[in-house]
């Protein structure tokens, strides 16, 4: 870890000498990016089937660096597969390495207070230059605010959030951590709960979850998440890094979270297989189906709850099952542990745990409401990878 890091850190600072930012053109592959750079095709066929995975997630649309030398040789390339992963491709002597690691950001962490004027779309873009608050706020109040009803000229709005900075831009989207919104003289909060990514309001009852809970309606789960089973097919003792669900075939599958369709296609013993995107490095894959939602295709935005697909058989698959797996940052991880919002609202120890920081929170939120109206106020900065360098 440290090694790469440092090696990131070097890196950095010849980046910002020579290093072109570039767009990744619809129609470009992998495979052709290869070519065009004199690259031979084996550093693609030699990566194992997890990192080809991700070389399909390169959108058309995406921006990328590249480092050359005078020669226009390729010395190295990053290109962002997600809000926190990138493919590095870097030149050792004539020999390319293909490696996934982790986008360098700063966190910065700031708020916001306004009082309405036009819209909140207009009105934060205005005061921020960035329209993607604005929507993530929306998003966050979902059900109980509508922002183009509920709300009248003078209503005030206070946010606090998180943004990533990444070679002195804003990158990727914001995490609002706490916000107020002034409805008819009633402030509505919505706090955001680190342990199951979802959101509450002061009371701890939900606003909206992350994750849906199961991505099915199923008669059973047949298998858990385990380092350690016996393939049922291939009589070897293979992890399995998801749950099964059963169910009757071409019950209809659903994208458990908001985000990006990845891929939509065969996949080897997975058979008819959707992976999505979605927000803080988290991933989710659908596998066997016997057909895909409409419009599912790759490089699709979707909403929590759209069909993606319908149970099937495809694949390498002893009956008509769904295979499901999460993965965070690339590492597979058990779908049971993430806690999805609970509908009638957090109680015991989890209300305990999330009252005690959503009052800190709310009571930062109520002392910025009317002061230094429309400016973003930083509030503290991390830079979590120097801090890596200089503790080792
Ligand atoms: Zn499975």
Redesign the pocket.
């Known amino acids: 870890m440290r090694l790469v890091l440092i090696f990131l850190f070097s890196f950095i600072s010849l980046w910002s000498l020579e290093s072109q930012e570039m767009w990744w053109k619809r129609g470009t592959t992998f495979l052709t990016y290869l070519e065009k750079n004199n690259i031979p095709q084996s550093l693609y066929y030699n990566l194992n089937e997890d990192d080809q995975d991700v070389v399909h997630m390169i959108f058309a649309g995406t921006y990328y660096h590249e480092l050359r030398d005078e020669k226009q040789t390729l010395l190295h390339t990053l290109i962002p597969i997600s809000e926190e992963m990138q493919i590095s491709i870097y030149n050792n002597n004539g020999t390319y390495e293909f490696n996934v690691i982790p986008i360098d950001y700063e966190l910065v962490r700031e708020s916001v207070t306004f009082k309405l004027q036009s819209s909140i779309l207009y009105d934060l873009k205005k005061i921020t230059g960035n329209s993607k608050l604005a929507i993530e706020l929306a998003s966050v109040f979902n059900d109980r605010v509508d922002f183009r009803q509920d709300l009248r000229k003078d209503d005030e709005i206070s946010i606090i959030y998180e943004r990533k900075v990444r070679l002195g831009k804003t990158w990727g989207t914001p995490n609002i951590k706490a916000a107020v919104v002034e409805v008819n003289k009633r402030k509505k909060y919505a706090i955001f709960n680190p342990e199951d990514e979802g959101y509450y309001d002061e009371n701890a009852k939900p606003l909206k979850g992350m994750f849906l809970k199961h991505p099915i309606q199923y008669r059973r789960i047949s298998?858990r998440f385990t380092h350690r089973r016996l393939h049922p097919i291939l009589k070897i003792y293979r992890p399995?890094y998801?749950v099964?669900y059963v169910a009757r075939y071409g019950t209809p599958i659903k994208s458990v979270a908001d985000g990006r369709v990845v891929m939509a296609g065969r996949k080897g013993g997975y058979g008819r297989t959707v992976i999505v995107q979605h927000k803080n490095g988290w991933r989710s894959l659908y596998a066997h189906m016997s057909g895909y939602g409409r419009g599912i295709k790759r490089g699709r935005k979707i909403k929590q709850g759209k069909i993606v697909g319908f149970l099937g058989n495809s694949g390498l698959s002893t009956g008509a099952h769904l295979?499901f797996s999460m993965y965070k940052n690339h590492r597979p991880f058990n779908p049971a542990r993430i806690k999805s919002v609970k509908k009638g609202g957090l109680r015991g120890k989890a209300k305990v745990t999330y009252l005690a920081s959503a009052k800190v929170l709310q009571a930062e939120l109520d002392k910025i409401m009317g002061v230094s109206p429309d400016k973003v106020v930083r509030i503290a900065s991390l830079t979590w990878a120097k801090e890596h360098i200089t503790t080792n």
Do not use: T
């Open positions: 298998s399995h998801g099964d295979h």
